[in-house]
């Protein structure tokens, strides 16, 4: 919102773990008005019933909703992507397992060309190089510095 005037008619496009991050997003994007794109690894979906509330919010605020494998097809057109860890604590283990199923999901300069061009980024850190690429991390388009001071107030 502060980067862009508001929030409705935003798309944000998440590209990554179907974790607790995303589902917070998931129940709070279309009540703010957002279209939200999410890609996401067989087997690593968000939780069935998230995405049922978040469905369901979309039908009642009129946003779109998509779910998809393909992180390219989850970026086309977005206005913010955004990703976080792929391995949350309590997955160590899974680690080997998680970095194979996640092999292409790193947002890059390449994944932002199918984004809108104003396109931002976003990651609540900390941040693994595998999960985001140089390039777009310390690029002007990234707002994660921005994002982590505001979090600093809400805490």
């Known amino acids: 919102q502060e980067h862009y005037g508001g929030l ?15 589902h917070s997003i998931m129940t709070s994007a279309a009540k703010l008005g ?8 067989k087997g690593f979906e968000p939780d069935l019933r ?5 469905e369901q919010y979309s ?29 949350s604590m309590g997955q160590e283990e899974e680690k080997k397992e998680r970095l194979q199923a996640f092999q292409g999901y790193q947002i890059t300069m ?8 104003n396109w931002t980024f976003l990651h609540c850190l900390p941040r693994k190089p595998e999960e985001v690429d140089d390039e777009v991390f310390y690029s ?5 510095f921005q994002e982590a ?3 600093k107030w809400t805490i």
């Open 50 to 54: 998230v995405t049922e509330i978040a």
């Open 110 to 117: 390449q994944t932002a060309k199918s984004a809108a061009s």
């Open 59 to 87: 039908k009642e605020h009129g946003t779109k909703l998509l779910l998809t494998t393909d992180p390219l097809e989850a970026a086309d057109g977005a206005n913010v992507l955004v990703t976080d860890t792929w391995i």
């Open 34 to 41: 957002m279209h939200l794109r999410i890609a996401t690894p």
């Open 8 to 22: 409705r008619g935003l798309t944000v496009t998440w590209i990554g773990d179907g974790n607790n991050v995303l």
């Open 149 to 151: 001071e505001n979090r």
């Open 140 to 144: 002007p388009q990234s707002l994660v």
